[in-house]
């Protein structure tokens, strides 16, 4: 039973570019969930999807997009990218017969931006 | 506001000794769930446990056990005979209410020296 995936694993980017980040959840899960975890932090909530919409978002700017496919599998997109960008980014999937509240999450990418 | 917080930033034991991480929970909401996970130095988020509001036993497995107190607002997390294995940063995190993200503490290092 395959777990979350994400891609890629590491990425570097200078500033001003757009980044996009992969994640397919865990089988059975409908929702997913991404976060931005900057170095000795915890993780802070960007936004989740459910049913291919945006159900829930944190306090991130507009740079920050997402989009859900209909297999369920997620993307986050940064656009103009800032230094302050640079961090490990987790995908989180739950839902199906596992409870919405018990988020499994990924191994991260961690985005370098110079 | 929902919060948690982790006062304690790093612990270092030695290896068999007991340990216990502190997690202290703030909510308005009657309704709400606690976590704790794992983060090894591979980065990946690894789930121990889920405690909801209306169930306060304590929980074993293993060598972990987790103490849940409503009256405290606190879900402390002990580690019986540590080993160097257990060497990671330990978040605990809530969800509240209809919310859909997870609140998170800052983490505690945990380093288990041989």
């Known amino acids: 039973d395959a777990g979350v995936t994400q891609s890629p694993t590491h990425l570097i980017k200078t500033r001003g570019q757009q980044v996009t980040l992969r994640c397919s959840p865990k089988?059975?899960?409908?929702?997913v969930s991404w976060y931005q975890q900057a170095l000795g932090q915890g993780p802070q909530f960007i936004f989740q999807?459910?049913?291919?919409?945006?159900?829930q978002r944190g306090n991130f700017p507009d740079r920050f997009s997402g989009h859900q496919f209909p297999n369920y599998s997620s993307e986050l997109n940064v656009n103009a990218l800032l230094l302050g960008d640079s961090a490990l980014y987790l995908c989180?999937?739950?839902?199906?017969?596992?409870?919405?509240?018990?988020?499994?999450f990924g191994p991260g990418t961690r985005l370098t931006v110079l | 506001a929902q919060k948690v917080t982790q006062a304690q930033t790093e612990i270092s034991v030695v290896e068999k000794e007991d340990v216990t991480l502190d997690c202290v929970y703030e909510?308005?909401?009657?309704?709400?769930?606690l976590f704790w996970y794992k983060q090894p130095p591979s980065g990946e988020l690894v789930f121990l446990i889920r405690?909801?509001?209306?169930d306060e036993q304590n929980e074993i497995s293993g060598r972990y056990s987790w103490n849940f107190q409503k009256s405290t607002s606190s879900f402390n997390f002990t580690i019986t005979a540590s080993q160097v294995v257990d060497s990671a940063v330990y978040f605990c995190?809530?969800?509240?209410?209809?919310?859909?993200?997870?609140?998170w503490g800052l983490g505690t290092s945990l380093a288990v020296n041989p």
């Open positions: 989180a999937s739950s839902g199906g017969t596992d409870s919405y509240n018990e988020q499994f």
């Open positions: 089988s059975g899960h409908d929702t």
């Open positions: 999807y459910y049913e291919e919409e945006e159900r």
């Open positions: 909510t308005r909401d009657t309704t709400y769930y």
């Open positions: 405690r909801n509001s209306f």
């Open positions: 995190a809530s969800i509240a209410g209809n919310n859909r993200k997870l609140i």
